[in-house]
């Protein structure tokens, strides 16, 4: 695969009158050219296009019924928790009837649970 045209740009850093490099408002990184910020986005599209995940996994990558992919990350309950409670996420329970008994309502919104619903082990 031959080299993207605008790939020799990717690392071209703006100078200042001397020829020294700048550096970037952190005062730590050296500062890219407008030029260079173009590549690099335009790489960072190219390869998204190229190794996106998949919205359909062929049968080939599937092992015992599940996806075999080559990316992921770690995630523990704590992790999906806080993702829950951030996004508000909403679990109806209108067809459990022992849920919503135990909740008061048919819909429960993870972000907005009490002290003691977050407790409660069986809810």
Same mark, same amino acid.
């Given at each position: ?8 740009? =990717? ?15 952190? @005062?730590?990184? &050296?500062?890219?050219?407008?030029? !260079?910020? @173009?590549?690099? &986005? ?9 190794? !996106?995940?998949?919205? +359909? +996994?062929? *049968?080939?990558?599937? %092992? *015992?019924? &599940? ?6 990350? &770690? ?8 993702? !829950?409670?951030?996004?508000? =996420? %909403?679990?109806?329970? *209108? ?8 909740? @008061?309502?048919? *819909? +429960? ?15």
């Amino acid at each position: 695969m031959a080299p993207h045209p605008d790939d020799k740009y =990717l690392f071209e850093f703006d100078l200042d009158e001397n020829g020294n490099m700048q550096f970037d408002t952190d @005062g730590m990184s &050296a500062k890219f050219t407008d030029r !260079a910020k @173009g590549a690099q &986005a335009a790489k960072w599209k190219r390869l998204d296009e190229m190794f !996106a995940p998949r919205k +359909i +996994i062929p *049968s080939r990558l599937l %092992a *015992s019924r &599940a996806p075999r992919l080559a990316y992921g990350w &770690a995630c523990t309950r704590e992790y999906f928790w806080h993702y !829950a409670t951030h996004h508000n =996420l %909403a679990m109806d329970v *209108s067809e459990d009837a022992w849920l919503k008994e135990q909740a @008061g309502t048919t *819909s +429960i919104k993870l972000g907005e649970l009490t002290q003691d619903q977050m407790r409660n082990k069986e809810l």
